[in-house]
């Protein structure tokens, strides 16, 4: 299994209230992603960075932030939590130029209440 | 934006039999990437496929790169319990020299003893 661990695996909090997701990563892959997963809508992507500091917008990027100070944390911030966030959110990881594929974390379940 | 269809969206079989899934978009991609995902987990790779026309197999899984570089199936023979779960196909799509995977919205598959 690739080395991802993202925390907490699992949270409740308030409308209104900031929320921060890690991934870590001890594969040293280039590029990192998060996704959210919701009924109905795949997997869809949030944001994803291609390198320290190098961060981009994916199809669902609307009140979230993130940052990568450093090659193995990406972090995901809802700067205000809506209820409309309630998902799990993914982490992922992948080095294109050695193999070109897409590995997993296993998830932070989000509830806004 | 960008968009995968991936068919069926479920299907219920009974075990032994082989089972067939696909996915198709109007772009082109240079990676196919298939997943499975188990309840509470998150996706695992299953089938990397990276040039039109290959034809991988995992096991008891055969993937194959569509020609046009715009589709893919995987096919699962004799199937078992286990396959139960959620699968996914996804491409990546290079857009100014950076990664980024499209999901397509899964094929839930009950197999039934």
């Known amino acids: 299994d690739a080395g991802i661990t993202q925390s907490p695996r699992h949270k409740v909090t308030e409308t209104g209230t900031p929320v921060t997701l890690r991934c870590h990563q001890t594969e040293n892959h280039r590029y990192m992603y998060w996704y959210r997963q919701d009924p109905g809508h795949g997997l869809r992507l949030i944001h994803y960075s291609y390198g320290v500091k190098d961060t981009d917008k994916g199809e669902v990027s609307d009140g979230y932030s993130v940052s990568r100070s450093k090659t193995e944390d990406f972090l995901l911030t809802l700067e205000s939590a809506t209820s409309s966030q309630t998902s799990v959110y993914f982490c992922?990881?992948?080095?294109?130029?050695?193999?070109?594929?897409?590995?997993f974390g296993p998830g932070t379940r989000l509830l806004v209440l | 934006g960008q968009q995968l269809n991936q068919s069926p969206q479920s299907m219920f079989i009974q075990e032994g039999e082989d089972v067939s899934m696909n996915c198709t978009s109007s772009s082109i991609f240079n990676t196919w990437l298939w997943y499975k995902q188990d309840p509470g987990e998150g996706p695992v790779l299953l089938i990397a496929?990276?040039?039109?026309?290959e034809l991988t197999s995992n096991g008891r899984l055969t993937a194959q790169f569509g020609i046009t570089r715009k589709d893919s199936f995987l096919n699962i023979s004799a199937s078992i319990p286990s396959d139960v779960g959620i699968y996914f196909c996804?491409?990546?799509?290079?857009?100014?020299?950076?990664?980024?995977?499209?999901f397509g919205t899964g094929t839930r598959l009950k197999v039934l003893a």
């Open positions: 996804a491409g990546d799509l290079r857009t100014s020299g950076t990664y980024k995977y499209i």
């Open positions: 992922a990881i992948s080095e294109p130029y050695q193999e070109g594929t897409q590995y």
């Open positions: 496929l990276y040039k039109a026309g």
